[in-house]
């Protein structure tokens, strides 16, 4: 259980995602005619609305004490196309701990579990990840600022002034840069925008998030990440997010953390692929929520496997970056080796000679001066230590007694005030045979959480790093390599638990290699019996390549893209391709006499 002095202390957090009390029961997100919208606006402030959002063919407002019929009928013109509810969304996460990395890269298991850590990471391809969230701490130095962009949503404040640890976390899990210091994230350094949609309460409205895929789809983005979700559909937002993924996108959501069958949305929507999460032995999270894969009821009940969990990843006690300073960490070193631990209480640093004081019951003179190793049972945590400090010891380093790291507090009355940390009953015999150990707990910028919510940025990074090798794919079929080669795990084949199974990087960009990206047959070896010429220019956003060949036989040809057959056309002399994908990107060609291993030799255009 060793890891360079990477240590952690456990904030207990807990957000439902059943409805706020505190949102507002009477906005509304009011479709309109695009051509007629300022005439609806009018209308609606004629009607003492509170206008929030002007989208794109959409308004959000709020019709102080009116229920939905009342507006329907107020708003009955035939400029508008559907009045319904805005939906409340808010973030998901289980609990908080905090890490402090600061003297070396750590890679979150979660990495290593879906193979992240064997797949390199294109920077050139352009790949753009849209990061819908409460913010990202621009004084967290564990990114590549040059390729971070933002907008703002009304009454956020700024993208890059964090609204608490949950965006930064979930930020850093898609692409902490690769440094040597800090964390590493899935594409370490990949391009993002942050849209801050969240107040300082940590919820916002479907319309928010409407609005957001289109600031996503505006920034050039690939792919949006949403560790967020709540009940009941909206139909602006699913629109804005099916429309997201037939422009080429990938949508991803996290599935939800209250632990039932209950399918939150926008995960839920066919568009959005949904994430649950797994542990670090691949069993999944208790809380992981796990919705139906049927609808509709009797002859028409079917089997629908988008709007159920499609995926996971690690989503329990994952390491990733939070603001500055506001992670509690700890290190420990026992005979100069660093062993991985949590924080429980007090800031500060003790070292010493160690003594073993059993389970700590009573006070012991054998402690004084030194740094007290307990094993956990029998009484409280804060007991022990309370006891080890009455007996004059400097530090407290209290063992588990099953297997895993032990995270817990001291306490809200607690009294003491040596530092004091949990550890891994897997270093009990190292620690109980150290001669010396030091100890210290103080603040770090960068912690562990656990939910969907980091699972979903996990497979969202994953999806990019992916991407990054196969840029000529639309986000359908990096959802469906995905997919295709996840780990099976739980109950045999698909499960509503685990979808498809966990997140296997490598096994999707090797698939994608083998098959291309709509996955079908290998293509022939190249050779240089054809030659071929590319030209590759931009217009309105689009990519075109101009093939240019000679020297084939047959009255057709097939064409390749990154090893991928894109077509069988004519045998002319030449071919303009074109490349609806957003971003840059280095794309392959080869033309070969159809049906045939009589080809033309690689050639490439880079955008």
């Not at 850093?172 to 840069?177: K, R």
């Not at 568009?271 to 797994?278: D, E, F, K, R, Y």
């Not at 800031?347 to 003179?365: L, Q, V």
């Amino acid at each position: 259980m060793k890891l360079s002095k990477v240590s952690s202390a456990i904030l207990a957090l807990s957000i439902s995602t059943a409805l706020p009390t505190y949102a507002n029961s009477d906005r509304y997100v009011i479709q309109v005619d695009p051509q007629k919208k300022g005439i609806v606006k009018a209308l609606a402030k004629q009607l003492g609305a509170e206008i929030h959002i002007d989208g794109n063919g959409f308004i959000a407002a709020t019709f102080s004490g009116k229920n939905l019929e009342e507006v329907k009928g107020l708003l009955n013109n035939p400029h508008v196309q559907l009045v319904e509810l805005d939906q409340p969304r808010q973030l998901m996460n289980f609990s908080d701990s905090a890490g402090n990395p600061t003297d070396t890269q750590v890679t979150p298991y979660a990495v290593v579990q879906s193979q992240a850590d064997q797949v390199n990471f294109n920077a050139n391809a352009g790949i753009k990840v849209c990061v819908i969230d409460s913010g990202l701490d621009s004084s967290n130095t564990d990114f590549n600022w040059n390729t971070i962009t933002g907008d703002n949503d009304s009454g956020t404040g700024n993208w890059f002034d964090h609204g608490g640890p949950h965006g930064t976390h979930v930020a850093g899990t898609i692409g902490a840069a690769d440094n040597g210091y800090g964390v590493i994230g899935m594409a370490p350094g990949v391009d993002m925008h942050i849209i801050k949609v969240f107040n300082a309460e940590g919820w916002g409205y479907s319309s928010d998030l409407a609005h957001a895929a289109n600031l996503c789809s505006q920034a050039g983005a690939d792919i949006i990440s949403m560790s967020l979700g709540g009940g009941g559909a909206n139909s602006t937002e699913s629109n804005a997010f099916e429309n997201f993924a037939n422009d080429g996108g990938l949508v991803v959501a996290a599935a939800g953390n209250d632990g039932n069958n209950v399918r939150s949305y926008p995960a839920g929507y066919s568009s959005v692929m949904m994430v649950g999460a797994n542990d670090a032995n691949n069993v999944i999270a208790d809380f992981s929520q796990f919705p139906s894969c049927e609808t509709g009821r009797g002859k028409k009940r079917t089997t629908d496997e988008t709007i159920c969990v499609e995926i996971t990843a690690g989503g329990v006690d994952t390491l990733s970056t939070f603001p500055a300073g506001l992670a509690t960490s700890s290190s420990l070193t026992a005979d100069t080796t660093g062993f991985a631990s949590s924080a429980m209480e007090n800031s500060g640093s003790a070292s010493g000679n160690t003594y073993f004081m059993g389970t700590a019951e009573t006070s012991d003179g054998g402690a004084n001066g030194n740094v007290c190793v307990i094993d956990r049972g029998n009484i409280s945590f804060h007991d022990k230590v309370a006891n080890c400090e009455a007996s004059g010891g400097v530090g407290a380093i209290i063992i588990n007694n099953e297997p895993g790291m032990l995270y817990a507090t001291l306490g809200e009355a607690n009294s003491t005030s040596i530092p004091a940390v949990g550890v891994a009953f897997e270093d009990r015999s190292a620690l109980l045979a150290a001669m010396s150990a030091s100890i210290d707990v103080g603040a770090s910028d960068y912690g562990l959480m656990s939910g969907t919510s980091m699972a979903t940025p996990a497979v969202s990074g994953i999806a990019a790093l992916v991407w990054s090798n196969h840029s000529q794919c639309t986000g359908e079929e990096i959802r469906e390599a995905l997919n295709t080669t996840a780990l099976d795990a739980g109950a045999s084949g698909h499960d509503v638990y685990f979808g498809h199974g966990i997140a296997q990087a490598a096994a999707a960009n090797d698939y994608l290699t083998n098959n291309g990206c709509s996955g079908g047959v290998t293509p022939p070896p190249s050779g240089d019996d054809i030659s071929l010429s590319l030209n590759g220019y931009k217009s309105r956003g689009v990519k075109y390549v101009d093939l240019t060949f000679s020297g084939a036989t047959t009255s057709q040809v097939d064409i390749y893209r990154n090893n991928s057959l894109i077509t069988t056309t004519v045998n002319d002399g030449a071919y303009t391709d074109t490349i609806s994908t957003k971003g840059g990107g280095t794309y392959t060609y080869k033309v070969c006499e159809v049906s045939s291993t009589t080809c033309s030799s690689d050639t490439t255009v880079t955008f």
